[in-house]
């Protein structure tokens, strides 16, 4: 028969089809002998004579492997109980005789049950006859060889087994059980004559290492396997990576423990075969690329895990991502199979990638701690040395760097990623971006641990941030915006390191406040990269006015002022500032924030800040397009006012709420006067607001009553204003408020009557009270209508 498939493609395709048929069969068969044994209740439901009969023989084969077993099961425990407890009873011939009569009998019967059709009884059998195989063997060893050793009597026992198991299959096609007691023996002999042998761990995992290239060898090659049993393919290839995995875990724990590199070379040795393995699997199996991952991984051990007893300190990390390298080039030769290229660059950029967070861990735990220096700020101290390895950390992440670079232009050469669609541009980017932050992180790190002097240490990193800062200028998408962060990054930790001295202070702020505006003002430059040069810009302003001050001898209190001075600077240039002006702003906002904070220690110093912070929204708000800041401005004047008065000992809280009140109802008034549109909440509510509730509160917890009765005079006024001029808020306002002191003065009075009340009265009002609103609930509901429809007629 010719068929255009390769045989072994061909022989996959069948036993995948039979699969499917086989699993589509046992569905309908298991579906049909529930309709069987639904109840005939429903109408129609008859079952015919022959379904029945059917039935009765679908579901024979069930019953008839459950007897199958058990029988299996009973004989296989008469068998050991007869040779565990009787046997002494025998001698030697009827020992010899009753075994080879009882084997031979239960591994020919199968024979002629196969011909016989009998599948399921020749597979319990034969599987009775394999059992009576490796009793035999354990009979041999307790009568013929006592004296041998048990673990080394086990392997070769297990290594005959498997052999004979496997010819006994090979005679006897028809049976699956024989392949996969087979397959299960040959697990045995190499570990077990490993142990019986003492052998040391790197010799333990030779034996490991065989094991799986046997599993390896029969899943790849053995055709006969997988046309008998295809579903016991995939626990061989788990049963072999398993064994590799044990046996490269044995190596890696070996090199980890090796005090010498001469020590450690019969592990390396074992993780080279690891390796070895790893790759021709993923070249012999199609889609096996984790293959080549393992194997990658199992090359980098070995050829770096000899150089660890060595090297000093972290310098072992660098000897492994230098073994990793060979993995990346290997991954863009084109004459490997896919999956041997694609699971060896996995592997060495799993290595890469690891290293370089390693690197970045230690050059961010360097970098945090020269924030030690904001405890004792121009303090004459001298150089710390950073924590951690920096060394070797900025070592590795610059050869991390180095071949990210290398794949970034390496990528749009491999096969498949040539064109727009093959995913190239993508991959070429995030290889740019991690080449850009590890080369920056690098650089930035390489001069910290080396007891350099503070003014070279900062000088060399403000040349590795000036030169991200080009990157970010210069490249686009993901490189630039990685190199835009590095830059200020760069820039804040440089900044913090020159708080040790004043020249430093006043050096770096000024060099780096300059860089700011002036990229801040390059037109060709990524909008987020402008804003962000116009925030710093306006931050290190800030920074140089609060350093000034603190030269001069000002408390922190009085650096708001200038501090200010650079807020006002911010907002003064507006539209001028172009796409910048929302990010100057903004930070401008924020440095005034800081101000205020600095200035909340003095109130009286802290009510100038905030009215000077009020007079400069107010300025801004003159604009069209920041109307906004003057709620601002006014909330600014209105805390300043108050804090002044507080910080003057004054306890009356209509001296903070009447000014503010007044000022409202005169902007309201003249709103309305404009618009007469505007809602009476809109115009007169903030102000009502402001001096009703705060003098409710406080006259609610006043015992004196000249209170009470003035803010009851000044409600009620409010609310015939409301009434009289038809207006929503002060009507409701003033009748809301007038209503509360009433109950407030009452309260007591109504507090006493209430206590000489029977207790059974309240309970019978508030029944009457329920039945009189149910008597009238439609009339009730009409006059909440009506109250609504008056109340929303108000202005």
């Known amino acids: 028969m010719d068929m255009p498939l390769p045989p072994a493609q061909e022989l996959a395709l069948i036993d995948r089809e039979l699969a499917q048929l086989d699993a589509r069969r046992s569905h309908l068969l298991a579906r049909r002998e529930w309709l069987l044994r639904m109840p005939a209740s429903g109408p129609g439901w008859v079952v015919p004579a022959a379904a029945s009969a059917r039935a009765r023989e679908a579901s024979a084969p069930s019953a008839q492997n459950v007897l199958l077993t058990l029988g299996a099961v009973l004989l296989a425990v008469a068998a050991l109980a007869f040779t565990l407890v009787s046997w002494g009873s025998l001698g030697i011939a009827g020992r010899s005789a009753v075994l080879a009569v009882v084997t031979a009998a239960a591994l020919a019967a199968p024979a002629l049950l196969l011909r016989r059709g009998l599948r399921s009884t020749a597979e319990s059998v034969a599987a009775l006859g394999l059992l009576l195989t490796a009793l035999d063997a354990y009979a041999v060893h307790a009568v013929a060889a006592p004296e041998a050793e048990g673990l080394g009597y086990a392997a070769g026992a297990a290594a005959v087994l498997a052999a004979a198991w496997a010819g006994y299959g090979r005679l006897l096609r028809g049976l699956a059980v024989a392949p996969v007691a087979a397959v299960a023996a040959v697990q045995l002999p190499l570990p077990l004559a490993a142990l019986a042998a003492a052998a040391e761990p ?68 074992l993780a080279a075969a690891c390796a070895g393995l790893g790759v021709a699997v993923a070249w012999r199996v199609p889609g096996a690329w984790p293959a080549a991952v393992a194997g990658g991984l199992a090359a980098v051990a070995a050829l770096g895990g000899p150089l660890r007893p060595e090297l000093p300190g972290a310098w072992p990390v660098v000897a492994l991502v230098l073994s990793a390298l060979p993995l990346l080039g290997a991954a863009s030769v084109a004459a490997l199979p896919a999956g041997v290229r694609r699971g060896l660059g996995v592997a060495g950029a799993g290595v890469a990638a690891v290293a370089a967070a390693w690197g970045l861990a230690v050059a961010g735990a360097a970098a945090v701690a020269r924030a030690a220096v904001l405890g004792q700020v121009w303090a004459p101290t001298a150089p710390a040395e950073p924590y951690g390895p920096v060394a070797a950390a900025a070592v590795c992440l610059l050869v991390v760097a180095g071949a990210a670079r290398w794949a970034v232009r390496l990528l749009p050469l491999l096969p498949g990623r040539g064109g727009p669609e ?53 490249w686009a998408d993901r490189p630039g915006s990685a190199a835009g962060v590095c830059a200020a990054l760069g820039a804040l930790d440089v900044s913090v390191a020159a708080l040790d001295g004043r020249l430093a202070t006043f050096a770096v702020c000024g060099l780096l406040g300059g860089a700011c505006a002036a990229v801040a003002a390059r037109r060709g430059a990524a909008p987020a990269v402008r804003a962000g040069a116009a925030a710093g810009a306006v931050g290190y302003a800030a920074t ?60 009286p110093l802290l009510a100038t800040a905030c009215a000077l912070a009020g007079v400069v929204c107010a300025g801004a708000a003159v604009r069209a397009d920041r109307r906004a800041l003057g709620w601002a401005a006014a909330a600014l004047g209105v805390a300043a006012a108050w804090i002044r008065l507080w910080a003057s000992g004054v306890a ?53 009553w000249l209170r009470p009765l003035l803010l ?84």
């Open 652 to 704: 009356l809280v209509e001296a903070y709420t009447l000014p503010v009140t007044a000022a409202a109802l005169a902007v309201g008034f003249l709103r309305r006067r404009g618009d007469r549109a505007a809602s009476s909440w809109a115009a007169y509510g903030p102000g009502l607001a402001a001096t009703l509730l705060p003098s409710l509160a406080a006259a609610w917890g006043d015992p004196h």
């Open 202 to 269: 790197v010799g333990l995992g030779w034996a490991l290492l065989a094991t799986a290239a046997l599993d390896g060898a029969l899943a790849a090659f053995g055709a006969g396997l997988r046309a008998r049993v295809a579903q016991l393919v995939p626990v061989v290839w788990a049963l072999g990576a398993t064994w590799a995995a044990g046996a490269l875990l044995t190596a890696v724990a070996e090199l980890s423990a090796a005090g010498s590199a001469g020590g450690a070379a019969g592990a390396a040795l």
């Open 422 to 474: 093959g995913g190239a541009a993508p991959a070429a980017g995030g290889a740019g971006a991690v080449a850009v932050v590890c080369g920056w992180a690098g650089l930035f790190t390489a001069p910290l641990g080396h007891g350099l002097p503070v003014a070279v240490v900062l000088a060399a990193q403000l040349a590795v941030t000036a030169g991200a800062a080009v990157g970010a200028l210069r």
């Open 712 to 795: 009851g005079l000044a409600a009620l006024g409010v609310t015939l204003a409301g009434a009289r001029w038809r207006l929503q808020a002060p009507l409701l306002l003033g009748g809301g408020c007038l209503a509360a002191v009433a109950l407030h003065e009452l309260a007591p009075y109504v507090v006493q009557v209430a206590g000489m009340l029977p207790r059974w009265l309240p309970p019978a009002l508030a029944g009457l009270l329920l039945l009189a609103v149910g008597a009238t609930y439609e009339r009730r509901l009409r006059d909440v209508r009506r109250l609504r429809e008056a109340l929303g007629r108000l202005g």
């Open 544 to 603: 140089t006015a609060a350093a000034l001050a603190a030269l001069a001898g000002l408390a922190l209190a009085w650096w708001s002022l200038p501090l200010l001075a650079v807020a006002a600077a911010a907002a003064v240039p507006g539209p001028r500032l172009g796409s910048v002006r929302v990010a100057a702003e903004a930070a401008g906002a924020a440095v005034a924030g800081l101000a205020l904070l600095a200035a909340a220690g003095e109130p």
